[in-house]
């Protein structure tokens, strides 16, 4: 008698970069990253009988803090070659301070179908409760699952499911600090099981930045009675600028006058200090405002806030990206302009839900 073939079951590749999720303490004097991707996953109760093929890899044993784009570039390279070796998703364990942008830089380099997912934890395993283990099953019953693929990347923490181009850390110490202010998150993990609400409506991502590219982009974030003298020191150390203003994107008048100066020689974003809504583009008409900036040179960020775009507008200027193609990639970013008008082809959708275009060259 001839036995029938089994399928294998999904297989998710676990790569540690450190964080929270990782530290322990043998001093006494605080915790640091100690331990490895595969004490993590050794460590979390009911993956080993989940079904699902649990493969490590120990990239990284460092702060979140202290993570850069070299860094995610290089991990993103690895998570492709994960990806093409036939591994289901991909699970990234790193620390919280900068997920939101870590996370984005990620989402923007993934150009392939299967699930992205970043976890972390907000106690470490040293203290009573500590999140790391429910967080990272989570996790990796997001990157098993089918109906998680065409997402691009995901952050999973306390059950939830955000995508990477709207999370953001809201709370410094809480464990639901994650939040996409926005939108919501768009999925849940519950009893085991991914369940969409919702999916992200297309997806955008950019050429591998060379990495012979080192762009120094600052973030200028508005304050009442403003120094324009500020703004100029820091402006004279960068290739771009994102500005945080008040609320749908205005600046004190004495600003305006080095912003112009500025926007003639760097790509200067306009984004809002403000933790959600958009900035606008034609309301108001004061000297500061956005409609005032934006006859400046000034780039609109629309939907997105300044953490991101100034990944966002790193990237581009690390992949050599022409200065009109910056003003279109911030303008599809944003949700200002159409998906069709971002300036390089979008990954092809394997799922017919979403609305994606021809498979990125």
């Not at 942008?101 to 409760?129: I, K, S």
């Not at 500020?230 to 749908?248: N, Q, R, T, Y």
């Not at 912003?259 to 309301?283: D, E, H, N, Q, Y």
Request: aromatic share 4%; hydrophobic share 40%; with cysteine.
């Amino acid at each position: 008698m001839s036995s029938t073939p089994t399928t294998p079951g999904p297989k998710v590749v676990v790569i540690g970069l450190g964080g929270t999720i990782a530290m322990t303490s043998g001093t006494g004097e605080g915790v640091s990253p100690t331990l490895s991707a595969r004490d993590l996953v050794d460590a979390v109760p009911g993956l080993a009988s989940a079904g699902i093929g649990i493969e490590v890899v120990d990239f990284r044993r460092r702060p979140g803090a202290s993570l850069t784009f070299a860094d995610i570039a290089e991990l993103a390279a690895a998570a492709t070659g994960e990806l093409a070796a036939g591994a289901t998703g991909v699970v990234v364990t790193q620390g919280t301070d900068t997920i939101e942008e870590t996370a984005y830089l990620l989402d923007l380099l993934h150009q392939r179908p299967e699930p992205l997912v970043v976890t972390g934890a907000m106690r470490n395993p040293t203290m009573a409760g500590a999140d790391g283990p429910a967080n990272l099953l989570a996790a990796v019953q997001t990157a098993a699952s089918s109906a998680a693929r065409d997402q691009g990347c995901l952050v999973v923490l306390a059950d939830e499911m955000h995508a990477a181009r709207w999370v953001a850390k809201t709370h410094s110490t809480k464990g639901d600090t994650f939040r996409s202010p926005d939108t919501g998150p768009i999925g849940y993990v519950m009893e085991g099981a991914v369940r969409l609400l919702t999916r992200v409506p297309y997806r955008l991502t950019i050429p591998t930045p060379s990495q012979a590219e080192h762009a120094r982009v600052g973030l200028y974030t508005a304050s009442l009675d403003d120094d324009p003298t500020l703004l100029e020191a820091i402006g004279l150390h960068c290739d771009g600028l994102v500005v945080a203003g008040f609320g749908v994107g205005h600046v004190p008048e004495p600003l305006v006058q080095p912003l112009t100066t500025l926007a003639a020689r760097i790509p200067v974003v306009l984004t809002s200090r403000t933790p959600a809504g958009p900035t606008l583009t034609r309301t108001y008409g004061f000297p500061g405002s956005e409609r005032d900036l934006l006859t400046r040179g000034l780039i609109p960020a629309g939907w997105l806030h300044p953490y991101k775009a100034r990944i966002l507008l790193r990237a581009l200027l690390a992949a050599q990206t022409e200065p009109q193609d910056i003003a279109l990639a911030f303008a599809v970013a944003g949700n200002l302009g159409e998906p069709a008008s971002w300036p390089w082809p979008t990954p092809t959708s394997t799922d017919p839900r979403t609305e994606t275009a021809t498979a990125h060259a």
